[in-house]
């Protein structure tokens, strides 16, 4: 069965969300005279993004709202910053704080280099979607800001507004449904292997891991799963397939 359509992660896959974030935080950060009680600026990175990793996924699992995951990562954050407890921070603080570093986050907005060539190669031929675990007012905010939502109009799919979340299969089923076509006609691109690439593939999709970090070393890559370093890349990755550009 020939591929007819690719649907895309968002965050880290055509979006640099990780640098925007790194740059929205530290650019708070400094705006509060906060910064000099880390050791250095990677270290507050590093503690944002695991109190991220931690609280996020409550939110595509359903435990949170997409805004009761933001108050709960602002108030673990400041707790640890002003040293107090989580719940001894206002939601109205919290939200305040967390509004004000998605204002710098916002300034750093960008795609990849490689994101636009890719869907231009790509639109002629292929049916485009988006399957994000997020929602999809703020995704379909972040492409039109880059310049990428024009490749995939409405065809957007997340997980707030599906009920479901990656690797759910039903996620991506929805997302090949927006398309019109069957999992065995799509190939997915995203940029974390359990959630994007074991998922899409065990939905009976053509998986695709974007291993931007060059982590595979460190991962047992299942048979049938597809690793790239680059967008450049996925042209031809298929064999038996034609992608055009390959």
């Known amino acids: 069965m020939p591929i007819r359509g690719v649907l ?3 965050d880290d896959t055509l979006f640099d969300y990780s640098a925007s974030d790194a740059a929205g935080l530290l650019a708070q950060l400094r705006q509060d005279d906060l910064l000099a009680r880390f050791p250095d600026p990677a270290a507050a990175v590093e503690l944002w993004h695991g109190i991220t990793e931690s609280e996020y996924p409550r939110f595509v699992r359903g435990e949170l709202s997409f805004t009761g995951q933001r108050l709960a990562r602002a108030r673990a954050f400041l707790s640890r910053v002003w040293c107090t407890a ?4 206002p939601d ?3 939200l305040a704080w967390f509004d004000a570093y998605s204002a710098h986050r916002r ?6 280099p490689d994101a636009a060539p890719l869907l231009e190669t790509l639109a002629p031929a ?5 399957v994000s675990n997020a929602a999809v007012p703020p995704q379909r905010r972040k492409l039109e800001a880059v310049g990428l939502l024009s490749y995939f109009g409405d ?3 997340c997980s707030e507004e599906h009920g479901a979340g990656k690797p759910d299969a039903s996620i991506f089923h929805a997302g090949c449904a927006l398309l019109e076509l069957d999992p065995g006609e799509v190939a997915y691109v995203g940029d974390r292997y359990t959630v994007d690439a074991l998922g899409a593939h065990d939905a009976g999709l053509h998986a695709c891991w974007l291993d931007r970090g060059n982590l595979r070393g460190r991962t047992d890559i299942r048979p049938g799963v597809h690793v790239i370093e680059s967008l450049a890349e996925l042209p031809g990755t298929f064999p038996g397939h034609r992608i055009p550009g390959a």
């Open 8 to 10: 895309f992660d968002v």
């Open 92 to 94: 109205a603080e919290a």
């Open 107 to 112: 300034a750093a907005w960008a795609a990849f």
């Open 86 to 89: 989580p719940a001894d921070i």
């Open 155 to 157: 065809r957007l799919v």
């Open 126 to 130: 292929f049916r485009l979607g988006i």
